[in-house]
């Protein structure tokens, strides 16, 4: 079984991993030292991780509190509002991972990103699941309280897993397969990712959510990760300290080097100068600035709605007007560029949508509503793209021609249509109540917080597309109600959209707006205090050189970023270099703001994963699937064809349904513990064991022979990692689950034995000591604790095998054939030792449905038609099983007991009530506390419970009588048997035994009726062989009764004595000195640890191999066979076979005497080992003799015993050498004389 993981935290209701990277300057377990932590910009995530985590355990302390405590409803409102900002939060975290991070990772390292995406979705439904508890009408109910606590751990251990993850796997890849410079580039994307008025939230709580000293290191990540541009790094680092703190940090950034030179339409209206022209203080200037003095133009601010439609219809109908030339051309060669122009319109819509949802409609009027309208037109463009797809992927032939193109032409018509009417509708209902209803100030405010809902990464590429898209007069207002409606604190923000939007202007020609002088992009460079200027707007020339922007609209420029020593101002040669800049830059058609340096076309996702997420933000639901090349595997293989033939593989995934039903079963029934029913624990405690241990058996089989296989396939490198580290995740769990529910038992029975109460409920109500109470305050806090443990396990399972499902299921079909498939379920089921099988058929196919039943047993038994499993398997159903000695190995007695009680209690009954079949299958534990419940009972009589009492002590024994044969039991109450003695395996020490083995009792045979202490006994003295599986009969030695065969003696005066170590119920076998399991395929007990520790069963041998002897040679029912030296049977020997290199076997005694004088195998006569020093002395030995005269031309055909293979050796009369393998190993078939062709 695996070792469980250690180290790892212990929170109230939920199993955490500890930080992989607390902090960065920590080493992460190996995986990265301490110099590349110091240089690594990926790292800045540890600093995200850290503080979702934190936010996350204060929530749920929070909860449990609220939980355990008296659970003011007051609480709720706070605690709802912090949920609702880290769903928002981790939610753009997670896509803008997506988005970015997983897709390049996914280009250098395959199979690694789509795991981690499917996990996104899965915490995506928790939080959903949290709000629709948060939201229902169950407040006021019991329950409710713990409920909470539950959702909230299991979202706090599902996201912590994920995070320890991440840290444990991806990012040591990061590190490993990008420079600094990329990594500095892929965070610097990741921020351009999220919104910006989400930005505005993140970072000033991120740098709150950690340490000082960690705060200071984040500054120095992002100095590496921000580009060196003043404008940029102003944006950042406001954010950073947020809003409040702004000045200080204007103070600490040098702005001079935005400039702009005068342009000829940057000309003064009235008294009002340009920025440029101007040396006086900025913040006084700006102050004046933004003075609203054109509000008396009778214009509403909130029709720039108008603009956004007009640009859009008129987007679109380009579009329509393309995809009809496409019709009419028929050429599909330029559907990327096409696809692309469609990509980046559905992004405006969909951001434009949800600003619309989101900020403006909710300000006009609450019940107004468009978004069904929105949610079609985002179904619409989905579609469109898809078509597109598909007819790039599939490629256009004849008969697809005409379908394709009215296909395209259709799905542009509609979604015009469908825009059209829908901005018809907002035009009427929503304006005129706008322009009413709201302030000129208060419509800007609305339209500036309807921008910032998109990324800057976005704002980019669309502020120079609806600009582009306006009359010079429509862009000066646009850029003016930007200006007035943006906070103060947004000086650095609003100068950067400014310029992006001058951008699209001739030649990035500055727009000067009538009111303000010129354009924020302009003044930008004075609007701080106690900066002169320099006569040239460029002249600074550490600046200017970098925040050129090209006013190419598809060029890119390359941002530099600290990730090295920064340069100082007299480290750049200012030359040749100033010159040009100045040349550039001085130009009156310039617009100096930087770029953000973010290619959308590596991306490998756009902005859309963003938008779904603040869709589903919105509206509360599920998170939607990506639109990525991470998921090529979902549609490769369609769920019908997954599910459409049986596979052998599919064996596998049936275990998935026994193990959720078990689940369900403990998220329910560990609701009821705090009712304190001891049988509600008893059933809890013996069904949570048997997932434990048929949950480890299922996990380790995966990691170590599903995933391997896997991993083989060049393809799929990496695919399993991840699955791995969930297991070990998952163990800690159980390991936690089972260490709480150890500590609730033990204070039930504390409590119960200290006869505080007969009912815990009614202590609760009445009145009790400090101590009492102390002890029920404890009992509640580690049964709620213990629910929200079990609804994480659930959770995380459940996650678990829906990924396995959805990501691996479908690869098996496609890269293994039906053959590899079957090897695979035979190692599995051959790695199943036989007790962990009588446990686990019963628990799987009860929760089957009969034809899932019989399909599973029929894989089963065609896997294993070489072996004895069918009569193993008809052997155990032919009679109960007996549970093993409890000297056994207690990993196999939990299981085989968790069996029992899955199969003889029923769920739905809330009292266990013994018959003679349960109690037969008692332990001595389980016997005591049934003797116990007697004796509390007020309502049986004294006589009564003697009576009970007398039954249920020598309840073993009358079971065993009335299973007993009448016929023998005749026989052995009317002569005396023979044997009737003790006998002894050491007489000096009086060790019980024979020669063979020691044990405690003797068995009677059924073919003779008389005592022997093992098989080999009888068989030495008898002219006949004793069948030991018929043995019904034993006789305890130490006692000398006679009594069904058993682990124990059921006599009172040996008190439960132990026959033996090992008792095998089917093969009636007592072992007390060795290791001896039972293998269900051989169905004969062996030497060793077990199956699947020391030995496997390979299905095509028949037989027991060492676990790594996994390249053997198989032959099939090799193993059934005599010793070709001795003669002896191999497959039912007590001695040491051992495997030849042919497939074949014999003894280990008979191998070391054969080769002394013998290198082929009897049977094959193939080389038994390595030959290759013995056939370089027969090449020496040759080289040095003469053949004489009349033979050295004549040569010999020969066939190679070791390769299969004819061919010619010269002639000797004894040595013949192959020419192919160069074995002497050869046996002449044919002489010739003479022959030239000889090898």
Same mark, same amino acid.
């Given at each position: 079984?695996?070792?469980?993981?250690?180290?790892?935290?212990?929170?109230?209701?939920?199993?955490?991993?500890?930080?992989?990277?607390?902090?960065?300057?920590?080493?992460?377990?190996?995986?990265?030292?301490?110099?590349?932590?110091?240089?690594?910009?990926?790292?800045?995530?540890?600093?995200?991780?850290?503080?979702?985590?934190?936010?996350?355990?204060?929530?749920?302390?929070?909860?449990?509190?609220?939980?355990?405590?008296?659970?003011?409803?007051?609480?709720?409102?706070?605690?709802?509002?912090?949920?609702?900002?880290?769903?928002?939060?981790?939610?753009?975290?997670?896509?803008?991972?997506?988005?970015?991070?997983?897709?390049?990772?996914?280009?250098?390292?395959?199979?690694?990103?789509?795991?981690?995406?499917?996990?996104?979705?899965?915490?995506?439904?928790?939080?959903?699941?949290?709000?629709?508890?948060?939201?229902?009408?169950?407040?006021?109910?019991?329950?409710?309280?713990?409920?909470?606590?539950?959702?909230?751990?299991?979202? +706090?251990?599902?996201?912590?897993?994920?995070?320890?993850?991440?840290?444990?796997?991806?990012?040591?890849?990061?590190?490993?397969?990008? *420079?600094?410079?990329?990594?500095?580039?892929?965070?610097?994307?990741?921020?351009?990712?999220?919104?910006?008025?989400?930005?505005?939230?993140?970072?000033?709580?991120?740098?709150?959510?950690?340490?000082?000293?960690?705060?200071?290191?984040?500054?120095?990540?992002?100095?590496?990760?921000?580009?060196?541009?003043?404008?940029?790094?102003?944006?950042?680092?406001?954010?950073?300290?947020?809003?409040?703190?702004?000045?200080?940090?204007?103070?600490?950034?040098?702005?001079?080097?935005?400039?702009?030179?005068?342009?000829?339409?940057?000309?003064?209206?009235?008294?009002?100068?340009?920025?440029?022209?101007?040396?006086?203080?900025?913040?006084?200037?700006?102050?004046?600035?933004?003075?609203?003095?054109?509000?008396?133009?009778?214009?509403?601010?909130?029709?720039?709605?108008?603009?956004?439609?007009?640009?859009?219809?008129?987007?679109?109908?380009?579009?329509?007007?393309?995809?009809?030339?496409?019709?009419?051309?028929?050429?599909?060669?330029?559907?990327?560029?096409?696809?692309?122009?469609?990509?980046?319109?559905?992004?405006?819509?969909?951001?434009?949508?949800?600003?619309?949802?989101?900020?403006?409609?909710?300000?006009?009027?609450?019940?107004?509503?468009?978004?069904?309208?929105?949610?079609?037109?985002?179904?619409?463009?989905?579609?469109?793209?898809?078509?597109?797809?598909?007819?790039?992927?599939?490629?256009?032939?004849?008969?697809?021609?005409?379908?394709?193109?009215?296909?395209?032409?259709?799905?542009?018509? +509609?979604?015009?249509?469908?825009?059209?009417?829908?901005?018809?509708?907002?035009?009427?209902?929503?304006?005129?109540?706008?322009?009413?209803?709201?302030?000129?100030?208060?419509?800007?405010?609305?339209?500036?917080?309807?921008?910032?809902?998109?990324?800057?990464?976005?704002?980019?590429?669309?502020?120079?597309?609806?600009?582009?898209?306006?009359?010079?007069?429509?862009?000066?207002?646009?850029?003016?109600?930007?200006?007035?409606?943006?906070?103060?604190?947004?000086?650095?923000?609003?100068?950067?959209?400014?310029?992006?939007?001058?951008?699209?202007?001739?030649?990035?020609?500055?727009?000067?707006?009538?009111?303000?002088?010129?354009?924020?992009?302009?003044?930008?460079?004075?609007?701080?205090?106690?900066?002169?200027?320099?006569?040239?707007?460029?002249?600074?020339? *550490?600046?200017?050189?970098?925040?050129?922007?090209?006013?190419?609209?598809?060029?890119?420029?390359?941002?530099?970023?600290?990730?090295?020593?920064?340069?100082?101002?007299?480290?750049?040669?200012?030359?040749?270099?100033?010159?040009?800049?100045?040349?550039?830059?001085?130009?009156?058609?310039?617009?100096?703001?930087?770029?953000?340096?973010?290619?959308?076309?590596?991306?490998?996702?756009?902005?859309?994963?963003?938008?779904?997420?603040?869709?589903?933000?919105?509206?509360?639901?599920?998170?939607?699937?990506?639109?990525?090349?991470?998921?090529?595997?979902?549609?490769?293989?369609?769920?019908?064809?997954?599910?459409?033939?049986?596979?052998?593989?599919?064996?596998?995934?049936?275990?998935?349904?026994?193990?959720?039903?078990?689940?369900?079963?403990?998220?329910?029934?560990?609701?009821?513990?705090?009712?304190?029913?001891?049988?509600?624990?008893?059933?809890?405690?013996?069904?949570?064991?048997?997932?434990?241990?048929?949950?480890?058996?299922?996990?380790?089989?995966?990691?170590?022979?599903?995933?391997?296989?896997?991993?083989?396939?060049?393809?799929?490198?990496?695919?399993?990692?991840?699955?791995?580290?969930?297991?070990?995740?998952?163990?800690?769990?159980?390991?936690?689950?089972?260490?709480?529910?150890?500590?609730?038992?033990?204070?039930?029975?504390?409590?119960?034995?200290?006869?505080?109460?007969?009912?815990?409920?009614?202590?609760?109500?009445?009145?009790?000591?400090?101590?009492?109470?102390?002890?029920?305050?404890?009992?509640?806090?580690?049964?709620?604790?213990?629910?929200?443990?079990?609804?994480?396990?659930?959770?995380?399972?459940?996650? +678990?095998?829906?990924?396995?499902?959805?990501?691996?299921?479908?690869?098996?079909?496609?890269?293994?054939?039906?053959?590899?498939?079957?090897?695979?379920?035979?190692?599995?089921?051959?790695?199943?030792?036989?007790?962990?099988?009588?446990?686990?058929?019963?628990?799987?196919?009860?929760?089957?449905?009969?034809?899932?039943?019989?399909?599973?047993?029929?894989?089963?038994?065609?896997?294993?038609?070489?072996?004895?499993?069918?009569?193993?398997?008809?052997?155990?159903?032919?009679?109960?099983?007996?549970?093993?000695?409890?000297?056994?190995? *207690?990993?196999?007695?939990?299981?085989?007991?968790?069996?029992?009680?899955?199969?003889?209690?029923?769920?739905?009954?809330?009292?266990?009530?013994?018959?003679?079949?349960?109690?037969?299958?008692?332990?001595?534990?389980?016997?005591?506390?049934?003797?116990?419940?007697?004796?509390?009972?007020?309502?049986?009589?004294?006589?009564?419970?003697?009576?009970?009492?007398?039954?249920?002590?020598?309840?073993?024994?009358?079971?065993?009588?009335?299973?007993?044969?009448?016929?023998?039991?005749?026989?052995?109450?009317?002569?005396?048997?023979?044997?009737?003695?003790?006998?002894?395996?050491?007489?000096?020490?009086?060790?019980?035994?024979?020669?063979?083995?020691?044990?405690?009792?003797?068995?009677?045979?059924?073919?003779?009726?008389?005592?022997?202490?093992?098989?080999?006994?009888?068989?030495?003295?008898?002219?006949?062989?004793?069948?030991?599986?018929?043995?019904?009969?034993?006789?305890?030695?130490?006692?000398?009764?006679?009594?069904?065969?058993?682990?124990?003696?059921?006599?009172?005066?040996?008190?439960?004595?132990?026959?033996?170590?090992?008792?095998?119920?089917?093969?009636?076998?007592?072992?007390?000195?060795?290791?001896?399991?039972?293998?269900?395929?051989?169905?004969?007990?062996?030497?060793?640890?077990?199956?699947?520790?020391?030995?496997?069963?390979?299905?095509?041998?028949?037989?027991?191999?060492?676990?790594?002897?996994?390249?053997?040679?198989?032959?099939?029912?090799?193993?059934?066979?005599?010793?070709?030296?001795?003669?002896?049977?191999?497959?039912?020997?007590?001695?040491?076979?051992?495997?030849?290199?042919?497939?074949?076997?014999?003894?280990?005694?008979?191998?070391?005497?054969?080769?002394? *004088?013998?290198?082929?195998?009897?049977?094959?006569?193939?080389?038994?080992?390595?030959?290759?020093?013995?056939?370089?002395?027969?090449?020496?030995?040759?080289?040095?003799?003469?053949?004489?005269?009349?033979?050295?031309?004549?040569?010999?055909?020969?066939?190679?015993?070791?390769?299969?293979?004819?061919?010619?050796?010269?002639?000797?009369?004894?040595?013949?050498?192959?020419?192919?393998?160069?074995?002497?190993?050869?046996?002449?078939?044919?002489?010739?004389?003479?022959?030239?062709?000889?090898?």
């Amino acid at each position: 079984m695996a070792t469980p993981l250690t180290g790892v935290q212990h929170l109230e209701g939920v199993a955490v991993l500890p930080n992989r990277v607390s902090k960065v300057e920590s080493s992460n377990g190996g995986a990265f030292n301490g110099s590349s932590q110091l240089e690594s910009p990926i790292l800045i995530f540890s600093f995200f991780h850290k503080a979702i985590r934190n936010e996350l355990d204060a929530l749920h302390r929070s909860a449990m509190a609220f939980a355990t405590g008296d659970g003011d409803r007051s609480e709720l409102r706070p605690l709802s509002e912090r949920y609702h900002f880290i769903r928002s939060m981790y939610r753009h975290h997670s896509n803008a991972e997506d988005e970015v991070i997983f897709p390049a990772l996914d280009i250098r390292v395959k199979n690694v990103a789509q795991t981690y995406s499917l996990e996104h979705k899965g915490e995506s439904n928790l939080f959903d699941h949290l709000f629709e508890l948060l939201n229902s009408s169950t407040h006021n109910d019991e329950s409710f309280p713990r409920e909470l606590a539950s959702c909230t751990g299991a979202l +706090h251990t599902s996201v912590s897993q994920h995070l320890a993850k991440e840290e444990e796997q991806v990012f040591p890849l990061l590190i490993e397969k990008f *420079s600094l410079e990329e990594q500095a580039s892929l965070v610097w994307q990741f921020l351009c990712s999220i919104p910006v008025n989400m930005m505005a939230e993140f970072l000033p709580w991120l740098s709150t959510s950690i340490s000082p000293e960690e705060s200071q290191d984040l500054r120095k990540y992002l100095s590496k990760i921000v580009p060196e541009e003043t404008l940029l790094q102003k944006v950042i680092y406001t954010w950073m300290e947020g809003r409040s703190s702004a000045n200080t940090v204007e103070n600490g950034v040098d702005h001079s080097q935005v400039r702009c030179s005068p342009s000829p339409l940057t000309h003064q209206i009235g008294k009002v100068k340009c920025a440029c022209e101007s040396t006086g203080t900025g913040k006084r200037k700006y102050s004046e600035c933004i003075i609203d003095v054109s509000d008396t133009t009778g214009t509403h601010p909130i029709d720039e709605i108008l603009l956004w439609h007009n640009a859009i219809k008129k987007e679109l109908n380009e579009i329509a007007v393309e995809t009809r030339k496409i019709q009419l051309s028929g050429d599909f060669t330029n559907l990327s560029a096409f696809n692309e122009r469609l990509q980046f319109i559905a992004e405006v819509c969909i951001f434009h949508s949800i600003a619309e949802d989101r900020v403006i409609f909710p300000a006009v009027d609450a019940e107004l509503s468009f978004f069904q309208e929105h949610a079609e037109e985002e179904s619409q463009f989905n579609d469109f793209r898809c078509l597109i797809e598909r007819i790039q992927g599939e490629g256009a032939t004849s008969n697809s021609e005409v379908e394709f193109y009215s296909k395209l032409c259709s799905h542009a018509d +509609h979604i015009m249509e469908t825009i059209q009417r829908h901005f018809k509708n907002e035009e009427v209902q929503v304006l005129p109540l706008a322009r009413k209803h709201f302030s000129i100030k208060r419509q800007r405010e609305l339209l500036y917080q309807s921008l910032c809902m998109m990324p800057l990464k976005l704002i980019e590429r669309v502020l120079p597309w609806l600009v582009g898209s306006l009359t010079e007069d429509e862009a000066k207002m646009f850029l003016k109600n930007m200006q007035l409606a943006a906070p103060a604190t947004d000086s650095a923000l609003v100068t950067l959209f400014c310029g992006w939007a001058c951008k699209a202007r001739n030649y990035g020609l500055c727009l000067s707006s009538s009111a303000l002088g010129c354009c924020r992009a302009q003044t930008f460079a004075d609007i701080e205090e106690n900066i002169v200027q320099p006569s040239c707007g460029c002249a600074s020339t *550490s600046s200017a050189r970098d925040c050129f922007l090209l006013t190419g609209s598809d060029s890119q420029r390359s941002v530099k970023r600290n990730t090295t020593e920064l340069h100082k101002n007299g480290d750049v040669p200012e030359t040749l270099e100033n010159e040009s800049i100045q040349k550039q830059c001085c130009s009156p058609r310039s617009c100096c703001v930087p770029a953000l340096g973010v290619n959308t076309n590596n991306l490998g996702l756009s902005s859309l994963s963003t938008a779904k997420s603040l869709r589903s933000l919105s509206i509360a639901s599920s998170a939607p699937s990506l639109n990525s090349s991470l998921f090529i595997w979902e549609t490769d293989s369609s769920p019908c064809d997954v599910g459409s033939t049986e596979r052998p593989i599919d064996t596998i995934f049936k275990f998935h349904k026994a193990i959720r039903k078990d689940l369900e079963y403990l998220d329910v029934e560990s609701g009821k513990l705090n009712e304190g029913d001891e049988t509600t624990i008893h059933q809890f405690s013996g069904r949570f064991r048997l997932l434990w241990g048929l949950y480890r058996a299922h996990s380790n089989a995966e990691d170590d022979i599903v995933f391997p296989a896997l991993e083989s396939k060049e393809t799929l490198h990496n695919v399993s990692h991840s699955y791995m580290l969930d297991h070990k995740q998952e163990e800690k769990l159980f390991e936690d689950i089972s260490c709480v529910l150890s500590e609730l038992s033990s204070l039930h029975e504390a409590m119960q034995k200290s006869h505080m109460s007969e009912n815990l409920d009614e202590i609760n109500m009445g009145s009790s000591d400090a101590k009492d109470s102390d002890n029920i305050r404890k009992y509640n806090e580690l049964a709620t604790k213990l629910q929200g443990m079990c609804k994480s396990i659930r959770v995380t399972l459940d996650q +678990h095998i829906f990924r396995e499902e959805l990501e691996l299921w479908p690869l098996f079909g496609k890269y293994f054939t039906v053959e590899e498939q079957d090897k695979i379920v035979g190692r599995i089921i051959g790695t199943t030792g036989a007790e962990v099988l009588q446990s686990m058929l019963p628990w799987v196919t009860s929760a089957l449905t009969e034809d899932e039943q019989n399909k599973m047993m029929d894989t089963w038994k065609q896997a294993t038609k070489n072996t004895m499993f069918n009569e193993w398997l008809n052997e155990c159903l032919k009679e109960s099983p007996v549970p093993v000695s409890p000297t056994e190995t *207690s990993e196999c007695s939990t299981s085989q007991r968790g069996a029992d009680y899955q199969e003889s209690l029923d769920l739905n009954d809330q009292m266990f009530k013994p018959g003679w079949k349960d109690i037969f299958r008692m332990n001595q534990n389980e016997l005591e506390s049934e003797i116990r419940k007697v004796y509390r009972d007020s309502t049986l009589d004294p006589r009564r419970k003697a009576y009970l009492v007398q039954n249920l002590m020598t309840s073993r024994w009358i079971a065993a009588q009335q299973k007993l044969p009448k016929a023998l039991s005749g026989d052995s109450s009317n002569k005396e048997i023979e044997g009737r003695s003790p006998s002894f395996r050491d007489p000096e020490k009086q060790v019980l035994g024979c020669e063979h083995y020691k044990r405690n009792c003797k068995v009677r045979a059924a073919c003779c009726g008389k005592l022997f202490t093992c098989r080999f006994c009888h068989d030495n003295v008898s002219d006949h062989s004793m069948d030991r599986k018929a043995t019904l009969e034993m006789m305890c030695m130490v006692c000398l009764t006679i009594q069904p065969v058993g682990p124990v003696c059921m006599s009172p005066s040996c008190n439960g004595l132990s026959m033996a170590k090992y008792y095998c119920n089917i093969c009636k076998f007592f072992d007390d000195e060795r290791n001896v399991y039972h293998c269900p395929y051989c169905n004969i007990c062996r030497v060793g640890q077990g199956l699947g520790i020391d030995y496997f069963h390979c299905m095509k041998c028949n037989c027991c191999l060492g676990i790594k002897s996994t390249s053997h040679k198989c032959l099939e029912k090799g193993l059934e066979m005599n010793c070709p030296i001795c003669c002896d049977d191999l497959f039912t020997s007590s001695a040491t076979v051992r495997a030849l290199p042919c497939g074949h076997y014999m003894h280990s005694a008979c191998f070391q005497a054969y080769t002394c *004088s013998h290198y082929t195998c009897p049977i094959c006569s193939k080389s038994l080992g390595d030959m290759a020093v013995y056939f370089g002395m027969l090449d020496a030995l040759l080289a040095t003799e003469e053949l004489p005269e009349e033979y050295r031309s004549r040569y010999q055909d020969v066939l190679c015993n070791d390769c299969d293979r004819k061919g010619t050796s010269r002639f000797h009369w004894l040595y013949h050498k192959c020419g192919f393998c160069g074995s002497y190993n050869t046996r002449v078939i044919k002489t010739e004389a003479t022959n030239s062709s000889c090898s």
